[in-house]
């Protein structure tokens, strides 16, 4: 801390009250890394406000200062986009405290709430009136809605409801000079000049920070169907995918693909998972398939088998194993969610997550394969992901735990040989992670030209200081 | 025409051809006013350019000049926002020739267009792979994609797809200095940065010019379901609203309200279209009601049935017609649509496009009923229209069509009247229609303070001179 910082410190102190202002490292130290302790920086302190005034005050004062701002949410973000650089200069902004419902209207199926509440806690209030937030990430429990909003969060069920951004009604934004945006309203149309909300969603705390937001509602569904299926190849994947959406659209709600090499990977590292559902080290290709209807409905059921039984008699699948209790359908999810805990006992993983249209899925498994089995041969793809979207999360374990070290070195290349391929096939190099501080050199690159000159612009205009989360995004 | 406007007119004419750059006053004049003929100006010449490179061309022509450019699509806009204003010095460009599918992808369900297809053509083109571009609005014949973008267009399914803005995925937008941004991405989760596409829908052509976009399609449905059903009063009508879309979210698709009045309207006016439904003028409130299923389901009928049965026996509807045919169904629609003619019929109308949160619906009845009759008893409330996104159409006929004028007279104070009721309960002042020239000052008025301020900033960094659709929105 230099002594030129503690005018402010002392200033913000009595915007917040002292034991708000963590200065002391040991206080400070989980304020300045990420859930994963991936990324770590440095911090001046970290500032917990109680309210929105608190934020505009605290806001006003560091740009009085000059001192950068860190907004904060739950810390799950896997791109470093909430973490300090090394500089210790930096306030982070954690509005943890902030945790409140404001209200809820059963009518509308809307709800207000502090960007500081979890999502999980946003989504059991909303299940008081019998409706559902459907926004369904795994860190939900520490996962704040300002973070939320901030990384547009996608999610497994965005193939029915969207991105986070299609459920944002509203918002209060503080700008980085401590004024308030109050545009908290909830209304399903309102067509009264720009969009300034969609400027905000995504812009990961760049541009100002959300203090609270309106959120679509929508019921909670009566019964869910969910099947788990071992499928011939991709494109049969993909046509089982069309056949399904154009006769269920409604209720599909997820259509996840996991690839033989990742299937294989679960088999081997969490054999229990893989046993429960009779899945082998050979089994290929799987895809998780869940359908979630507003009516309890045993005509839709039965359509759901008959259309999963057409697909087997196609020779789409090889087996189709519907879900005929909670306990079996959570032994699906677990068998998905086990991925990531596989990765980890295989080494070192190179993770990417990427999108392209459907359609070329295919060809983005072949092509980037192959491109990536060009700079080396000891990255085994581990491809899984939100198939129905286009979003493939395109990892890379070591082929033998032994050459994690080497796999790492060669990080750069793999990833830009990836993402050349997702360029060549129209796709994005960050489908729902986000920028952070991660991508921001990916971004100038694949981003670059009038569509990178006009986010510059934008930033410029709205923090002319390049003061808030400064080295992130752009 | 100025002596200085020749050169350029000459280089537009180097680069469209000689025949599209329309400066005869018989050729010009449908280039000058809306569909309507309810706004007039005056344009320089009218220009139709064939590609993006002739927009850009077009565009850095008139940069370079410092002349104003007034972007318009099918010109079916109820606000002036496709019209010049009264100074002959504007180049008026026309998008109509540039109307081809540029591709359609039946797996992602995407299709890509040029700006200045008609919603129908598209639409059609989207049918040949059994798939819906589900933006309903009358004006479909005539309204451009790059109008119904820029206007972020409503109309009657906005309740289970939402609004234009929902449906874009990616946009080719000419700045208003020629450069060109092309963000025709095909994309459900691309996390790259700022929305930029979100900047330019609903800005009305006050930020660039919309050459081209990428639309989500939908499955057809393959059963609709339509009810006409007189209703007791508001809040029955908001009880079943929400009894239905829990029971029937992923179906209902329109949920439109006709006031006491409105029918009574309809009744007198236009008779052979009450009959038809047995309604008289005493019949009350009434609800258009349509559910579209993706499956043909004869229990999802039943369902609905019970539904509206119930609906019956809870007091909350006197009657319930289920349409047993298209033809029925069109007679329900016919009824709907004629709402406007009957209008027409009764004399001067003063319209108005509110929207609420649904369950301040009956607040708003009354509250702008009483505050408008304070200000005159010449006009009587008409209203109707989206109920269930909390969207009414607020209009007000003459007691008798002898008051027309005085009505009109009235008109800026009854409008204002309504507003001020329509803020108190936190709603819009203009739904789906936008803003204009019509609404500028009413925006300048109700999003006064820092919206209204990050607005004109937003514009003052596109359009620095103000020469893109001056005098509309900001």
Not at 232 to 260: G, M, N, P, Q, T
Not at 264 to 285: F, M
Not at 343 to 363: E, L, T
Not at 406 to 429: K, M, Y
Request: hydrophobic share 45%; charged share 20%.
């Amino acid at each position: 801390m230099t002594l030129a910082a503690e005018p402010l410190l002392t200033a913000l102190a009595a915007v917040v009250g002292t034991d708000r202002v963590l200065t002391n490292p040991a206080d400070l130290a989980p304020y300045e890394t990420d859930w994963r302790g991936h990324f770590k920086g440095k911090a001046l302190c970290a500032v917990l406000p109680g309210s929105t005034a608190e934020v505009a005050e605290t806001l006003r004062l560091c740009a009085q200062a000059g001192v950068a701002v860190v907004p904060q949410g739950g810390r799950t973000g896997l791109v470093g986009g909430g973490v300090p650089n090394d500089a210790g200069t930096a306030v982070v902004l954690n509005l943890a405290r902030m945790n409140k419902v404001r209200s809820l209207d059963a009518m509308a199926m809307t709800i207000a709430v502090d960007a500081g509440i979890t999502l999980a806690a946003a989504r059991q209030h909303a299940a008081t009136a019998q409706l559902n937030l459907p926004i369904l990430i795994g860190s939900e429990g520490s996962a704040q809605i300002g973070g939320v909003i901030g990384t547009n969060a996608g999610g497994s069920n965005v193939l029915r409801y969207g991105m986070t951004r299609n459920l944002v009604m509203g918002l209060e934004v503080v700008l980085p000079d401590g004024r308030i945006w109050n545009g908290m309203r909830a209304l399903t149309k309102d067509n009264t000049g720009y969009a300034l909300r969609h400027l905000f969603i995504g812009s990961e705390g760049t541009l100002g920070i959300v203090t609270g937001a309106v959120l679509q509602l929508v019921p909670e569904p009566q019964r869910t169907t969910t099947a788990f299926c071992p499928v011939v190849d991709i494109s049969s994947a993909l046509s089982l995918l069309d056949s399904l959406r154009r006769a269920h659209f409604d209720a599909l709600v997820a259509f996840e693909y996991i690839s033989a090499a990742t299937v294989a990977l679960i088999a081997k590292y969490r054999p229990e998972l893989a046993s429960t559902l009779s899945v082998t080290t050979e089994t290929g290709d799987c895809l998780l398939i869940e359908f979630a209807h507003m009516r309890a409905s045993e005509e839709a059921d039965a359509a759901i088998e008959a259309d999963l039984g057409i697909a087997f008699e196609n020779g789409w699948l090889t087996d189709a194993l519907i879900a005929s209790s909670e306990t079996q359908r959570k032994a699906m999810w677990a068998f998905r969610e086990a991925i990531s805990f596989a990765q980890n006992d295989a080494g070192y993983s190179v993770k990417n997550d990427v999108s392209v249209p459907v359609a070329r899925i295919p060809d983005l498994l072949s092509e980037a394969t192959t491109a990536v089995a060009a700079v080396t041969p000891l990255a085994q793809p581990i491809c899984y992901g939100h198939l129905g979207d286009g979003n493939i999360h395109f990892n890379f374990s070591p082929a033998t735990p032994e050459v994690s070290g080497e796999l790492r070195a060669l990080e750069p290349a793999i990833v830009a040989a990836l993402n050349s391929v997702v360029q060549s096939l129209d796709g994005s190099f960050s489908a729902e992670h986000g920028i952070g501080q991660a991508k921001v050199e990916t971004l100038a690159k694949f981003r670059a030209g009038m569509e990178l000159e006009l986010m510059r612009a934008i930033k410029t205009l709205l923090d002319p200081d390049n003061r808030m989360n400064p080295g992130k995004v752009v």
